[in-house]
């Protein structure tokens, strides 16, 4: 079955620095890759994806960015801001399929 | 909408209970998952649903039951707790054409 491994597992930024988290899949079939984001006490919630026709998707500070061949993807965040500090998880399944696997999480803390 | 609804939010149990961990949605979505949260694995799939009728299991489903009976109700089941299924339990929903997992608020059990 899939494995997504995730690093790295804490990451500390300056305010207004970016942040870089990878992610990488074990199944070539997997062609769905998610980022969920979750507070302190909250749900995860969904702050972006990217499909596999697809070499990159932006949405203003977040960008995710996919290499099907070396089968990794990365979250990349610009501009961080306090609010930015959370855990996020990366995940990967196939197109509409509902096994989605996660990652282990990664702390993202922001210093102001 | 209230969107995925999850009860209790938290539970303590003695080994042995058993106990039935409730998740309900009002977007008419097909599919229902329940995940399990422990710290430094991330989410992990127990059991999910395409439909009324329809389960299969994830990647941990031993030690656990679930019924599908209407769209709207996804219940869990711990049928004999063990202290390793103490974790923050959640249940997620998805529409049939998107892979947009919306999350509970998440469900607390400790069991002693």
């Known amino acids: 079955g899939e494995n997504v491994e995730q690093h790295p597992s804490t990451l500390s930024v300056q305010e207004g620095d970016s942040a870089v988290i990878k992610c990488t899949y074990s199944?070539?079939?997997?062609?769905?890759f998610p980022w969920y984001k979750q507070e302190l006490g909250k749900r995860p919630q969904l702050i972006i994806d990217i499909r596999s026709n697809v070499g990159e998707k932006k949405d203003q500070r977040i960008a995710v960015t996919l290499n099907k061949t070396a089968k990794h993807f990365s979250l990349h965040i610009t501009e961080t801001q306090p609010e930015d500090s959370a855990v996020y998880f990366c995940a990967a399944s196939m197109e509409y399929g509902n096994k989605l696997v996660f990652g282990a999480g990664t702390i993202l803390r922001v210093k102001s | 909408n209230a969107g995925v609804t999850q009860t209790p939010k938290f539970q303590v149990l003695k080994t042995g209970q058993s106990m039935t961990l409730q998740c309900a949605q009002d977007m008419n979505h097909e599919y229902m998952s329940w995940y399990r949260q422990d710290p430094g694995m991330g989410l992990r799939l127990i059991h999910y649903s395409v439909g009324a009728g329809i389960t299969d299991q994830g990647e941990v489903p031993n030690g656990y039951n679930v019924s599908r009976s209407t769209t709207e109700d996804f219940p869990l089941r711990l049928l004999s707790a063990a202290p390793s299924q103490t974790s923050v339990y959640f249940c997620?929903?998805?529409?049939?054409?998107?892979?947009?997992?919306?999350f509970g608020a998440g469900t607390r059990l400790s069991v002693l």
């Open positions: 997620a929903s998805r529409p049939g054409h998107l892979n947009i997992q919306y």
């Open positions: 199944d070539s079939a997997s062609n769905y």
